[in-house]
């Protein structure tokens, strides 16, 4: 898994004069992902019904304050101050367990919630997926019912024979036509969109972006006012990620103070992509920057300038989907800045890997 990635910290001065304010160190918060709430679905989509209990405890007994996503994104575009520590909570493609075992602690501790649905699922098998009643029960009762797709496809993948305006017209259908059937069964639906798998490429972003929807990945990161508002990032919460002590670093951290990154995670046939990154502040603590690729292993971080560093793992980007993350301590030394990339590999021969 080899990856280059190259960090350019720009003097504040500098962006200022570029006409480009430094970030509120304020306006940021953090969103975590879940799926099945389960211990009788797959093991890396899920988390135990005990652990995720203890997850929202902790928020509840440690005085996070859970907002609704909604709130959230609209205060970090609008650069306002937030509290110390605000955290969102939301679910991906609307799984039964969520009403039976997620959202009876969910009322408990008063937390609202976003669904992301697939809604050619709803309605279709109650051992397995959510109905139109029971997400209007939870709407009724402060969550938000957002869009997922409608039948969950791999968004950038073009069928065989398509032609690049035939895909898109058929992405942008099923798009429309999930946030219709939850206008038709729930009421207003706020346009925001969750992309099935975490994947999306520059010409899904610009898809999304046209139709006037905040996207939100599978990358891991707090969200805050540089960051890319097609493709937000969340903190995935299945299998082993869902663990509890490292939940109290991720629901701590902070965006890291960066212009907005403009790398796309489709990997050709370079397969050690670049990504750039502007610091928007130098009272950081560079010299503490480390970044890890997938399997976790440490990237070498060097620094060729007095601002730039770079950083190269040592072997290509695996075929599929994988991640690296990059972390630094805050000013206190307590929190995390925190950024995540996503990188999208085909096979060889240039086909789609299958799903696991």
Known sequence: ??????????????????????????????????????????????????????????????????????????????????????????????????????????KRHGFPFTIFVATEYIDTNPDQYLSWNQLREMKAAGATIANHSHTHTHLLRRNAGESPDDWRRRIKADIEHAQTLIEQHLGDATKLIAYPYGEYDDDVIGIIDEMGFTGFGQQSGAVGPTSRFEVLPRFPMGGPYSAFEPLKTKVATRPMPIRTVTTSP????????????????????????????PGGGRIEVKQVSP???????????????????CTMPDESGARFYWFSQLWIRKEPDGSWYPEP
């Open 307 to 325: 601002s730039r560093f770079t950083a190269q793992a040592g072997n290509d980007i695996p075929v599929g989907r994988s991640r690296y993350n």
């Open 266 to 293: 489709l990997v050709g046939d370079n397969l050690r992509p670049v990504l750039t990154l502007d610091l928007l502040r130098t009272d950081l603590r560079q010299d503490q920057l480390v970044c890890y690729g």
């Open 1 to 106: 898994m080899r990856f280059i990635i190259a960090f350019l910290l720009v003097p504040l001065s500098i962006a200022a004069c570029a006409g480009e304010p430094p970030p509120n160190p304020r306006s940021g918060g953090v969103i975590l992902q879940y799926h099945h709430v389960s211990t009788e679905t797959p093991s890396i989509t899920s988390i135990a019904p005990a652990l995720f209990e203890e997850h929202m405890d902790y928020l509840a007994n440690q005085g996070f304050e859970v907002w609704p996503l909604g709130r959230l994104v609209a205060a970090v575009r609008a650069g306002e101050s937030l509290p110390p520590h605000v955290v969102a909570i939301t679910f991906d493609d609307a799984y039964v367990s969520i009403y039976d075992t997620a959202f009876p602690i969910l």
